[in-house]
């Protein structure tokens, strides 16, 4: 049996990975994949915990997290789409006309 | 069983009459104004009548509650009325008099803008007028003691668009302010004391009480305040002020209530209340004191006014002193009866100076008159009528009341020969000075222009009419219309026979009102009250005074015709001989520059400094200023935080998650 700090650790690792993809990157393709991996490191500690503890709850928060994922990368997308379709580029830097 | 007398319709009538007319006046034709205006105030009079027709039957007082107002524990004030002689006298002559000068305004009015206000706000001030004179308790009368000052300011600003009207409005109402605030501490001693303000409990429980003979106590100190509010609303001594200026009103208010109504009210209120002066000796005096000085003060500035209305305000100031003076000798009926024939022969004065004034086209200086007489006998022949009634010459109503006046301040057991001398020497001015107005207007030669056109009184500077186009009678002088001289003739009757009542009679039907209830009446006093042989010897010493004022009254005549016809150039030597003393008198005293200096000016100048500049500008608008900079100060930095860039919005979330996670972490290993 795998511990459980191996999952957490790889979960951080997961997540840690978004963040500094979402910070750094300026295509907003990537910022978006950048949050999906970070929706997957947390879902990788759902998992873990679930097992763990043999709570189903974790197990359908993971399903939850995924139908909202899916949701908001058709969203996502048609957004990126319209941006870019107005804007002909996909750098986030220059998405900034809300700006004061 | 009483029957019921809709007492409270007699106020309420001129009030729905104002309503319409304030409403929706301004799409109605002049004569539906009018209608309106002299129809609900024509009711309320005949209503008065009929009351007065049925009065003997009734079972004194009468009392009517409308409803009830206020209630709080025991304390408990009702809209109710309250009728017995001295109210039924008051009514009669403010519903009748009222009616008159309603009817003759019709007539001078006619060509004004404004004419369906000018009918309005004259309602109105009938319903607080009657609303005043028919209240059963003191908050009731304040009502409409505040309600005739609110008149008087808006019928005295009624050429607004003129500054002098403007300011001389809101000096009345200022003015009327400082009495108004002893009359109100009167109220509050009263609810504090007596725990009522109906004047049949209050009456009944300061029935009860000691005469104040020595040192001032409750009574002494509500009877003082109340003489503060009476003061200032009948402009007397020192807060007369403000009745002079009140000419700038049309003259029909001039009449109606800088003369013969609304500034008698504080003779009313003292006379109402007459059960507590009766037991406060030292305010009595007071008021005594305070009239006969107003009497012959305000006769010497009369003398040298050469504004046809201010004389005749000053004359209306000297009367009422002479009112405060009955009052104060404890002659109440003295007082009612002067009251009642000054509002005859003194709206009669008013009307046909006003009547004057419209047939020279707006002039109001004397100077500027002369020779009238042939031009328009009837103002002439009634104002004549009034003249020698003021004078106090026999048999003209002034004569009687002015008479009762100083035979009582003579005889009465508060009077003094030196109220009685003073009042004799300023009868003797009062007539001077109304002679004098007398024979400048109606006598000699014509000094005006040829011709009163209308550019002639622009540039004359007249204060009445100057810019209202003048509809008739263009070119030269002209009597009024008729509707203007049937109200002048009327009172010219009353000014001639209404005297006739007798100050005797008139004692004798107000004695229920003035000395009704009053049980503590110590007998000496019951003695006054009820005639004596003794007194009756006085009566060869009553003709004797009377006969001194008639010659008072004479030598004023004679002087004024010396002066004023005989040998025009005279008064100039005069004044030139007495210098200053005319320099000052001419001036009104210097009484309004004095209290322009002592009391307005530091007023304005603390205001502007301390209030204004000190406390509002520089700590209330300064908070308020700074903290609003501050805020935007603020915020004009924070705003740099929002820069528009999404990825430093994604740094401050995870910089933000960061801290919250170490936080947590720190709070699970401490």
Known sequence: MVPLSFYLVLSGILFACGVTGFLIKRNIITVFMSIELMLNGVNLSFVAFAAQWHALSGQVFVFFVMVVAAAESAVGLAIIIAVYRTRETLNVDRVNLLKL | ?670
């Open chain 2, 1 to 670: 069983m009483t029957p019921n007398l809709y007492l409270w319709l007699i106020p309420v009538l001129p009030l729905v009459g104002a309503a319409i007319n304030g409403l929706l006046g301004k799409r109605f034709s002049r004569q539906t104004v009018s209608a309106i205006a002299l129809g609900f105030c024509g009711v309320a009079f005949v209503m008065a009548l009929r009351i007065a027709a049925r009065f003997s039957s009734l079972t004194l007082p009468h009392v009517e509650k409308l409803a009830s107002w206020i209630r709080a524990g025991d304390f408990q004030v009702d809209f109710a009325f309250y009728l017995d002689p001295l109210s039924l006298v008051m009514l009669l002559v403010v519903t009748g008099v009222g009616f008159l000068i309603h009817i003759y305004s019709v007539g001078y009015m006619w060509e004004e803008g404004g004419f369906y206000r000018f009918f309005s706000y004259l309602n109105l001030f009938m319903f607080f007028m009657l609303t005043l004179v028919l209240a059963s308790n003191y908050l009731l009368m304040f009502i409409g003691w505040e309600g005739v000052g609110l008149a008087s300011y808006l019928l005295i600003g009624f050429w607004f668009t003129k500054d002098s009207a403007a300011s001389a409005g809101k000096k009345a109402f200022i003015v009327n302010r400082i009495g108004d605030f002893g009359f109100l501490i009167a109220l509050f001693l009263m609810i504090k004391h007596f725990g009522s303000l109906n004047f049949e409990q209050v009456f009944r429980i300061v029935s009860g009480m000691p005469t104040e003979i020595a040192g001032a106590g409750l009574l002494t100190a509500i009877g003082l305040l109340l003489m503060v509010g009476a003061a200032g609303k009948s402009a007397q001594l020192p807060l007369y002020v403000w009745l002079p200026d009140a000419m700038e009103g049309p003259t029909p208010v001039s009449a109606l209530i800088h003369a013969a109504t609304m500034v008698t009210a504080g003779v009313y209120m003292v006379v109402r209340s007459h059960v507590v002066f009766d037991r406060a000796p030292q305010a009595l005096m007071v008021v005594a004191i305070v009239g006969t000085l107003t009497a012959l003060f305000a006769a010497t500035i009369g003398v040298c006014q050469t504004d046809i209305k201010k004389v005749l305000a000053y004359s209306t100031i000297s009367q009422l002193g002479y009112m405060f003076m009955a009052c104060g000798v404890a002659a109440y009926s003295a007082g009612i009866f002067h009251l009642m024939t000054h509002a005859f022969f003194k709206g009669l004065l008013f009307l046909a100076a006003g009547s004057v004034i419209h047939a020279v086209g707006g002039e109001q200086d004397m100077r500027r008159m002369g020779g009238l007489r042939h031009h328009i006998p009837w103002t002439f022949w009634t104002m004549t009528a009034a003249t020698f009634a003021i004078a106090g010459f026999p048999p003209f109503a002034g004569f009687f009341s002015k008479d009762a006046i100083l035979w009582k301040a003579f005889s009465s057991e508060y009077g003094s020969w030196v109220y009685w001398a003073i009042g004799v020497f300023t009868a003797f001015l009062t007539s001077f000075y109304m002679f004098r107005l007398w024979f400048l207007t109606f006598f000699g030669e014509y000094r005006g222009e040829a011709t009163a056109s209308e550019d002639v009184h622009l540039a004359s500077g007249s204060r009445i009419a100057a810019s209202v186009p003048h509809g008739h009678g263009h070119g030269g002088i002209h009597e009024s219309p008729t509707i203007m001289l049937v109200p002048l003739v009327i009172l010219a009757l009353l000014s001639i026979f209404g005297g006739w009542v007798g100050g005797e009679r008139f004692d004798k039907f107000l004695a229920p009102a003035l000395h009704a209830g009053v049980t503590a009446y110590s007998p000496e006093q019951q003695a006054a009250a009820t005639p004596t042989p003794e007194q009756r010897e006085h009566g060869t010493s009553e003709g004797l005074l009377a006969s001194v004022s008639v010659i008072a009254g004479i030598s004023g005549f004679l002087l004024a015709w010396l002066l004023y016809l005989r040998r025009p150039q005279l008064p100039q030597e005069i004044a030139s001989a007495l210098g200053g003393f005319y320099e000052a008198v001419v001036h009104k005293y210097y009484v309004d520059e004095i209290y322009a200096a002592v009391f307005v000016k530091p007023l304005i100048d603390g205001s502007t400094r301390i209030l204004w500049h000190g406390i509002d500008r520089d700590v209330i608008d300064a908070t308020l200023d700074n903290s609003a900079e501050g805020a935007r100060e603020v915020s004009d930095a924070m705003r740099h935080m929002q820069s528009g860039n999404l990825r430093s919005y994604a740094g401050w979330i995870a910089a933000g998650a960061a801290v919250v996670i170490a936080y947590m972490i720190w709070i699970g290993t401490r």
